[in-house]
């Protein structure tokens, strides 16, 4: 058989799975539509998503991956066919730290996909009120490890917001050389943000020593920068590559090995358990010797794990210090509800942010 036909024949195998795929995902959408007329009937509020759901439905189908598909690549795809069942029950309205083309924005992609409706808002302060407003149903911002260096401004806002986290996102953070010029050697300056300069500091030395370097406010908007610019590059995402029309010239120019940063999902909801979830409180105790101890104690007593700790300076003037605590499992499992009741004991406030499926992939 020559190529051409053996082509021909693998290519008509090919439309014949299309077909089937096509009509899967149909049905699959009119059982999700039957979801949502369920839910309705039974007097449901609210937006139809359900994180505790969708992070299962993942799993599930990760574990039951026969391959050659990576489960990062099935994670994704289901993630754009529930995201797009979810849009046909009601859109979902996203608010996310932008401007568009931001790592945040990523975030919010990789947690609702592509079936939401962002809105890219200034400031984290922004995002908070949109969701506690009930402008957006969902709120995407930075914690850990943050590009945009606004982590700690996000820990302080949950003290004067009723929001709960009812997701996280962890996204590995790749910086790009951007620009509307075909080569390297024609790029005079670089625009972006200050931390992605410092990921990039080596490679810069190395491959643009003369290059004049521009802190900006964002990578996103170092890349609009450098769409009107001549002769300028951006360094940021690959979304912003997109969003502004540039040619990737380098990719995945930072320094070091995998650079992860961290963002929550904050709403309204209280995400069931899943099994695999995380919770994150905010404790305090008045300032005593072994206080911090006495606080943390009972979770060592009920097996559970503490998965990362932050102390911030309080500033009510009651307490010192305010830590901010996640632990491993949910507020609805036993040992984590046993060690909570015993905490409220010690501690002067105690306040839970959330419980929340733990970050898929
Ligand atoms: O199972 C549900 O509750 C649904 O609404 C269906 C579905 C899905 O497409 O699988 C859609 C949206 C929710 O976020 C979770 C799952």
Same mark, same amino acid.
Request: hydrophobic residues 40%; glycine residues 6%; contains cysteine.
């Given at each position: 058989?020559?190529?051409?036909?053996?082509?021909?024949?693998?290519?008509?195998?090919?439309?014949?799975?299309?077909?089937?795929?096509?009509?899967?995902?149909?049905?699959?959408?009119?059982?999700?539509?039957e979801?949502?007329?369920?839910?309705?009937?039974?007097?449901?509020?609210?937006?139809?998503?359900?994180?505790?759901?969708?992070?299962?439905?993942?799993?599930?189908?990760?574990?039951?991956?026969?391959?050659?598909?990576?489960?990062?690549?099935v994670?994704?795809?289901f993630?754009?066919?529930?995201?797009?069942?979810?849009?046909?029950?009601?859109?979902?309205?996203?608010?996310?730290?932008?401007?568009?083309?931001?790592?945040?924005?990523?975030?919010?992609?990789?947690?609702?996909?592509?079936?939401?409706v962002?809105?890219?808002?200034?400031?984290?302060?922004?995002?908070?009120?949109?969701?506690?407003?009930?402008t957006?149903?969902?709120?995407v911002?930075?914690?850990?490890?943050?590009?945009?260096?606004?982590?700690?401004?996000?820990?302080? /806002?949950?003290?004067?917001?009723?929001?709960?986290?009812?997701?996280?996102?962890?996204?590995?953070?790749h910086?790009?050389?951007?620009?509307?010029?075909?080569?390297?050697?024609?790029?005079?300056?670089?625009?972006?943000?200050?931390?992605?300069?410092?990921?990039? /500091?080596?490679?810069?030395?190395?491959?643009?020593?003369?290059?004049?370097?521009?802190?900006?406010?964002?990578?996103?908007?170092?890349?609009?920068?450098?769409?009107?610019?001549?002769?300028?590059?951006?360094?940021?995402?690959?979304?912003?590559?997109?969003?502004?029309?540039?040619?990737?010239?380098?990719?995945?120019?930072?320094?070091?090995?995998?650079?992860?940063?961290?963002?929550?999902?904050?709403?309204?909801q209280?995400?069931?358990?899943?099994?695999?979830?995380?919770?994150?409180?905010?404790?305090?105790?008045?300032?005593?010797?072994?206080?911090?101890? /006495?606080?943390?104690?009972?979770?060592?007593? *009920?097996?559970?794990?503490?998965?990362?700790?932050?102390?911030?300076?309080?500033?009510?003037?009651?307490?010192?210090?305010?830590?901010?605590?996640?632990?491993?499992?949910?507020?609805?499992?036993?040992?984590?509800?046993?060690?909570?009741?015993?905490?409220? *004991?010690?501690?002067?406030?105690?306040?839970?942010?959330?419980?929340?499926?733990?970050?898929?992939?």
């Amino acid at each position: 058989m020559s190529e051409q036909q053996m082509l021909k024949q693998v290519r008509e195998r090919i439309d014949a799975l299309d077909d089937q795929i096509l009509s899967l995902m149909s049905e699959r959408a009119r059982q999700a539509l039957e979801v949502a007329r369920v839910k309705r009937a039974a007097g449901e509020s609210g937006d139809f998503y359900r994180p505790d759901r969708e992070a299962e439905v993942l799993r599930r189908l990760c574990d039951a991956n026969p391959g050659p598909l990576s489960n990062d690549t099935v994670a994704l795809l289901f993630r754009e066919i529930m995201s797009a069942c979810l849009a046909l029950q009601q859109p979902l309205k996203v608010a996310y730290l932008g401007p568009e083309g931001t790592f945040t924005e990523a975030a919010a992609i990789k947690q609702f996909g592509h079936g939401m409706v962002g809105q890219p808002l200034a400031t984290i302060d922004h995002v908070f009120r949109d969701v506690e407003a009930g402008t957006a149903h969902y709120g995407v911002v930075p914690v850990e490890n943050s590009t945009e260096g606004v982590v700690t401004h996000t820990l302080d /806002r949950f003290m004067s917001s009723p929001l709960q986290i009812i997701g996280e996102v962890e996204l590995v953070i790749h910086q790009n050389l951007l620009s509307n010029e075909q080569e390297r050697d024609a790029i005079k300056r670089v625009f972006s943000h200050q931390q992605p300069f410092g990921q990039c /500091r080596a490679w810069l030395d190395a491959h643009l020593p003369h290059a004049e370097r521009i802190v900006v406010s964002s990578t996103a908007e170092a890349a609009r920068m450098a769409s009107e610019t001549p002769a300028t590059a951006a360094i940021a995402s690959d979304v912003a590559a997109e969003r502004y029309g540039l040619n990737v010239l380098d990719a995945n120019i930072e320094d070091g090995a995998v650079n992860t940063t961290r963002f929550l999902v904050i709403g309204n909801q209280s995400p069931s358990s899943t099994g695999e979830d995380k919770t994150s409180l905010v404790i305090s105790r008045s300032n005593q010797p072994g206080g911090l101890y /006495r606080l943390l104690e009972p979770l060592s007593r *009920q097996g559970v794990n503490m998965s990362r700790i932050e102390s911030r300076p309080s500033r009510q003037g009651m307490w010192e210090y305010v830590f901010f605590v996640d632990l491993l499992g949910h507020v609805d499992d036993e040992p984590v509800k046993r060690a909570l009741e015993e905490i409220q *004991q010690q501690a002067s406030l105690l306040k839970v942010l959330g419980s929340y499926p733990r970050a898929a992939r």
